[in-house]
């Protein structure tokens, strides 16, 4: 039978068995070769951490209010496939299917799993690759949109200079449209190495770490006293923001891009923020109405995304790292994603 990667508890993700089922006139079965989970948002649903598990969002209200004692929580563990996007070949199409046939390698959002089978009928977001695209790009697609969106929030313009905060894929690709944007300056910021490397090699001007330099003050030596004009914020630290506040030109913005948990600490709204006269814009590309609606919305988004990953506009053949096989997936899951994240970027499974 096949096996899909799940978290059966808090912490804990195991390969188990699951059955698959015959397709739908209208839907399509793929064998997954490739595939990622989330580094951020997905991370705090699996130690726990997610305000989703005892509360929802209620979109009347446009707030968070508690589940009801009946109420299923927001987070299922024993059931909850992990991961975000795969990439794999058609293996079966259903009699209503017009745009896809057998052998078409496709890129999709769902789990870590051997299959999946989805609808095939006016569904853009099974996207068919070319030949020429790199399956790293593809696996990109999801982080790529919460990137544009915060460039696109912070109403970043050519010739300004910007600091991304956190170099995730989120960072990594919001560092990369920056400079493609016409950003005269990028700085990166990251207390791991290699994920501070892989940035500068991809045209990063400048990369600071955290842990021993002092990053606001980087910032104004690096611009004439002036600071960045906009911050890309992707880590969530409050140490993180209070540097932002710090580096900030006065007048600047800052997209506030990361998912953040509840700031016990470290962070004083009392100095800089005030001072710069800082923006703060929190940006979430999934969050609709999008700011610039009805002109933009997701799908442009994506479709955006999309085509910059398909031409190569954006490389992330650096980012996906490290790659391991699907047989260790439970095991990589826990070491690299949850417990020590330093050693990963964005985590890639072969099958």
Not at 119 to 136: A, D, E, H, I
Not at 190 to 212: C, N, Q, S, W, Y
Not at 271 to 290: D, G, L, Q, T, W
Request: aromatic share 10%; net charge negative; charged share 25%.
């Amino acid at each position: 039978m096949p096996r899909q990667l799940v978290a059966i508890a808090p912490r804990q993700a195991s390969l188990v068995e699951y059955e698959d089922r015959d397709i739908l006139p209208h839907e399509v079965k793929i064998e997954v070769k490739y595939a990622s989970p989330k580094h951020g948002t997905e991370i705090a649903d699996f130690r726990g951490e997610t305000p989703f598990l005892d509360e929802r969002y209620d979109q009347e209200w446009k707030l968070f209010v508690r589940r009801d004692q009946d109420e299923e929580k927001g987070v299922k563990f024993g059931e909850w496939n992990l991961g975000n996007q795969w990439v794999g070949i058609v293996t079966e199409v259903g009699s209503e299917v017009t745009d896809y046939q057998a052998g078409d390698w496709v890129c999709g959002y769902g789990g870590i799993r051997e299959t999946h089978i989805v609808n095939g009928v006016n569904n853009y977001r099974l996207r068919k690759m070319p030949s020429t695209m790199s399956w790293k790009n593809a696996l990109c697609y999801d982080p790529a949109q919460f990137a544009l969106a915060g460039i696109r929030d912070a109403h970043m313009r050519p010739g300004d200079r910007v600091a991304v905060i956190g170099l995730g894929a989120i960072g990594q690709i919001a560092a990369q449209i920056a400079k493609k944007c016409g950003a005269s300056y990028v700085a990166v910021v990251d207390p791991i190495a290699l994920r501070r490397e892989a940035a500068l090699k991809a045209g990063a001007d400048e990369a600071f770490d955290p842990t021993v330099q002092d990053v606001g003050l980087e910032l104004k030596k690096a611009t004439n006293k002036l600071g960045v004009d906009v911050i890309i914020e992707t880590s969530a630290s409050a140490s993180a923001l209070q540097d932002a506040f710090r580096g900030l030109a006065y007048g600047g913005t800052i997209a506030y891009v990361g998912w953040a948990k509840e700031f016990k600490g470290g962070l004083n709204l009392g100095k800089e923020a005030h001072y710069n006269n800082a923006k703060i814009v929190f940006s979430r590309a999934a969050s609709e109405p999008n700011p610039d609606y009805p002109r933009w919305d997701r799908r442009r988004i994506e479709d955006v995304c999309w085509e910059f990953l398909k031409s190569g506009v954006i490389d992330c053949e650096e980012i996906i790292y490290p790659v391991i096989s699907f047989e260790d997936c439970a095991q990589a899951y826990s070491e690299y994603v949850d417990r020590h994240p330093e050693r990963s970027i964005k985590l890639g499974i072969t099958f």
